[in-house]
């Protein structure tokens, strides 16, 4: 079943949906051959499609605009990661309903990947990756098809196919959000990705929502209202990747310190934060996640104040969603959540 929306007009374009009704499509019929709608607003197989990552291996995603024939209407992409429960199909319709709110469906592709897992049953030619090692940009696993992939390299295939202007000539900006565990992925892909580099003329932003942790890019965490390094008797790999910049991974360890730092520094994060994200459900709690602070708020404005401290010239917002705990719909369609995802 394709899920159609309609919504009542409110007076800010990024204003709250006051009135947001789902109403239930037909799926195309077998008379049509089950034909692509466009844009593809289903959770089911009719909006999926697989992505050569390299020559021979693929990954699934979920896209409301086929990443193969694209589409000469398109102005924006959204990539939308999933947290750790790879719910691939509920951030997608996260993502459509975001742009339906604001009036952009048409114009808005909006990409959902898949990182599998072997639980996940992924076919012989599709990547997966540990639990753990998909958040984190790890290599896929070894127990996979060859030859191993990032996952944050099968993000920037995704950002290769987006800015083909063979396939979309009209698209010049980006959106790479992700909540929860999806936000991780957000702040160090944003950290660690040369996509801007390589495609200057794309304006490309990173709405950071309600992760468990963040990438620090220097070895000083805050304690007592300060920031110092702290003693690594009690916890020695507090500063190793995913955490800081020690030990990092094959995707990661690609570039230098320097570039990482600069690249952060430069890039245009948005740490969207729920006021009211203070339980310890699903939180990191290892040394490491805990000298980041002690739940997901707090760590998400020290963060901030730790680029405001170091790296003054730095382009990280901290926008908070009033009352909204770890909660990625209410993040996402609310007024701020809106903002920060298609506004300036």
């Known amino acids: 079943m394709i899920w159609c929306h309609s919504k009542k007009q409110t007076r800010s374009r990024f204003s709250f949906v006051l009135t947001f009704f789902l109403v239930a499509c037909s799926s195309p019929s077998e008379s049509e051959d089950n034909a692509r709608p466009v844009p593809?607003?289903?959770?089911?197989?009719?909006?999926?499609?697989?992505?050569?990552?390299?020559?021979?291996?693929?990954?699934?995603?979920?896209?409301t605009h086929s990443l193969s024939e694209g589409n000469t209407e398109v102005t924006r992409g959204l990539i939308i990661v999933h947290g750790a429960n790879r719910n691939a199909d509920d951030y997608f319709r996260r993502g459509?309903?975001?742009?339906?709110?604001?009036?952009?469906?048409?114009?808005?592709?909006?990409?959902?990947?898949?990182?599998?897992?072997?639980?996940?049953?992924?076919?012989?030619?599709?990547?997966?990756?540990s639990s753990s090692g998909w958040?984190?940009?790890?290599?896929?696993?070894?127990?996979?098809?060859?030859?191993?992939?990032?996952?944050?390299?099968?993000?920037?295939?995704?950002?290769?196919?987006?800015?083909?202007?063979?396939?979309f000539p009209a698209l010049t900006e980006i959106t790479m959000t992700g909540h929860s565990a999806g936000g991780q992925v957000a702040h160090r892909y944003a950290a660690t990705s040369r996509a801007e580099e390589i495609f200057r003329?794309?304006?490309?932003?990173?709405?950071?929502?309600?992760?468990?942790?963040?990438?620090?890019?220097?070895?000083?965490?805050?304690?007592?209202?300060?920031?110092?390094v702290p003693d690594g008797s009690s916890c020695s790999d507090y500063d190793d990747w995913h955490y800081g910049l020690a030990e990092r991974n094959t995707y990661a360890g690609s570039m230098v310190v320097d570039t990482i730092r600069a690249q952060l520094v430069r890039r245009d994060v948005r740490i969207l934060i729920g006021d009211a994200d203070s339980l310890s459900?699903?939180?990191?709690?290892?040394?490491?996640?805990?000298?980041?602070?002690?739940?997901?708020?707090?760590?998400?404005?020290?963060?901030?104040?730790?680029?405001?401290?170091?790296?003054?010239?730095?382009?990280?917002?901290?926008?908070?969603?009033?009352?909204?705990?770890h909660s990625s719909s209410s993040m996402y369609l609310s007024a701020v959540g809106l903002d920060a995802l298609f506004g300036t």
């Not at 604001?102 to 030619?125: I, L, R």
């Not at 760590?299 to 917002?317: K, Y």
């Open 40 to 63: 593809c607003l289903s959770t089911t197989s009719i909006c999926t499609e697989r992505i050569a990552i390299g020559s021979s291996v693929y990954l699934p995603v979920f896209s």
């Open 96 to 129: 459509f309903q975001a742009a339906a709110a604001v009036g952009d469906q048409k114009s808005t592709v909006v990409v959902a990947p898949h990182f599998q897992t072997s639980s996940d049953n992924p076919a012989s030619d599709e990547l997966f990756w």
């Open 135 to 167: 958040k984190r940009g790890h290599l896929s696993s070894t127990e996979g098809p060859r030859p191993r992939r990032s996952s944050y390299s099968a993000i920037d295939q995704i950002v290769d196919l987006l800015s083909d202007l063979a396939r």
């Open 201 to 228: 003329s794309m304006t490309m932003r990173y709405v950071v929502a309600n992760p468990s942790t963040y990438l620090y890019i220097r070895q000083e965490r805050e304690s007592a209202g300060t920031f110092s």
């Open 281 to 325: 459900a699903s939180l990191d709690v290892s040394c490491g996640a805990n000298l980041q602070g002690p739940y997901r708020f707090t760590r998400g404005r020290r963060l901030v104040r730790f680029m405001d401290q170091f790296f003054p010239q730095h382009r990280h917002r901290e926008i908070i969603v009033p009352g909204i705990g």
